[in-house]
């Protein structure tokens, strides 16, 4: 019997996740900032309905979003 799992070398950071939806069309949006990293969900782009949610002190991410709330026009 064969299993795949996902190698550590293939996880993405939380930017690059959050880049990966914004390119397949989903929307963001930040749920809660604190000085210990940002709450974000990852929406679908047909109803906004939550798909995902993540934690991340990525400052990379930080600087990425910047002042911005969602990135929906």
Request: negative net charge; aromatic residues 6%; hydrophobic residues 35%.
């Amino acid at each position: 019997m064969t299993t795949h799992a996902t190698p550590e070398s293939v996880q993405w950071s939380a930017l690059e996740t959050l880049r990966r939806w914004e390119t397949a069309g989903g929307h963001w949006q930040v749920l809660s900032r604190s000085p210990s990293g940002l709450i974000v969900a990852l929406l679908r782009c047909d109803a906004g309905e939550e798909a995902h949610r993540f934690t991340s002190p990525d400052p990379d991410l930080a600087a990425y979003i910047g002042d911005r709330e969602t990135n929906e026009p």
